[in-house]
C-alpha cells in the first residue's frame, strides 16, 4: 500500500519569499512521485515528476523537489514567490504496480 | 491541440436524477479516470479503465457507473443511488504505465438540490 502526507493544508508566503510545500510518503516499493498545480475551476497541470533518475528534478514555473528516499519526502520549493503562484499543490506517489494517489493537498496564498 | 474535454462546466440537477458527464480526449492514452474533488480531502478515484471495454472501481464507485466503448470517451453516470452527488469531477488519461503522468480535464461541477 502506498500513501501521500502533505504537512500543512494552508500555507502563506510574501511576494518574493521562499516557497516551501512538505510531502511524505509510504511506499513498498520504488515510487514514482508528482507534483501537480490546480488553479479555481480547472484541472490539475503536473509540475514536475521524479521517476528514478536524478533526485533533484526542475519543474515548470520555476519550481523545483528533491526526492531524499532516507527522509521518505519530495519536497517541493520556489526560491521567490509570485502572486501568480497562488493556488493548490497536490503530491502524488504511484508504482510500477499501483494506482496514483494523492494527497489531500496545500492551498497557496501570497501575500503582496 | 491534444488534451482533455470535459463537458458540461457546470451542472445542475435535481435529487433523485441520474446524469451523465461526458470525458474525451484526443491523446491516444489508453487508461483513463475519474476523480471526485471535495475541499479537503483531496482527489478520490471512483472508476478506471485500462483498455477498451474496460474498467476497475475505485475506491468510492458506489452510486457511479461508467463505460468504455470507445479508447477516446470514458463517460461517468452519477446515480439517483449516490447519497451525496455534490462536488467536483475531474477525467484524467495517461499512458498506460505507473511512471506516466495523468493529463487532466478542466472538471465538471455537478450541483444537486
Known amino acids: 500500500a502506498q500513501s501521500v502526507t502533505q504537512l500543512g493544508s494552508h500555507v502563506s508566503v510574501s511576494e518574493g519569499a521562499l516557497v516551501l510545500l512538505r510531502c511524505n510518503y509510504s511506499?513498498?516499493?520504488?515510487?514514482?512521485l508528482f507534483w501537480y498545480v490546480q488553479y479555481p475551476n480547472q484541472g490539475l497541470q503536473l509540475l514536475l515528476k521524479?521517476?528514478?533518475?536524478?533526485?533533484l528534478v526542475k519543474g515548470i514555473n520555476g519550481f523545483e523537489a528533491e526526492f531524499k528516499k532516507s527522509e521518505t519526502s519530495f519536497h517541493l520549493t520556489k526560491p521567490s514567490a509570485h502572486m501568480s503562484d497562488a493556488a493548490e499543490y497536490f503530491c502524488?506517489?504511484?508504482?510500477?504496480?499501483?494506482?496514483?494517489?494523492f494527497g489531500t493537498g496545500t492551498r497557496l496564498t501570497i501575500i503582496p | 491541440d491534444g488534451g482533455i474535454t470535459q463537458s458540461p462546466k457546470y451542472l445542475f440537477r435535481k435529487e433523485g436524477q441520474n446524469v451523465t458527464l461526458s470525458c474525451e480526449q484526443n491523446?491516444?492514452?489508453?487508461?483513463m479516470y475519474w476523480y471526485r474533488q471535495d475541499p479537503g480531502q483531496g482527489l478520490r478515484l471512483i472508476y478506471y479503465?485500462?483498455?477498451?471495454?474496460?474498467?476497475q472501481k475505485g475506491d468510492i464507485a458506489e452510486g457511479y457507473s461508467v463505460s468504455r466503448e470507445k479508447k477516446e470517451s470514458f463517460p461517468l453516470t452519477v446515480t439517483s443511488a449516490q447519497k451525496n452527488p455534490t462536488a467536483f469531477y475531474l477525467c484524467?488519461?495517461?499512458?498506460?504505465?505507473?511512471?506516466?503522468?495523468?493529463?487532466f480535464g478542466n472538471g465538471t461541477r455537478l450541483t444537486v438540490t
Open positions: 491523446l491516444n492514452h489508453d487508461a
Open positions: 479503465s485500462q483498455i477498451v471495454n474496460d474498467f
Open positions: 521524479y521517476t528514478s533518475a536524478a533526485t
Open positions: 511506499s513498498s516499493v520504488p515510487p514514482y
Open positions: 484524467a488519461s495517461s499512458s498506460s504505465t505507473g511512471a506516466s503522468p495523468l493529463h
Open positions: 502524488a506517489v504511484s508504482s510500477q504496480n499501483e494506482k496514483l494517489t
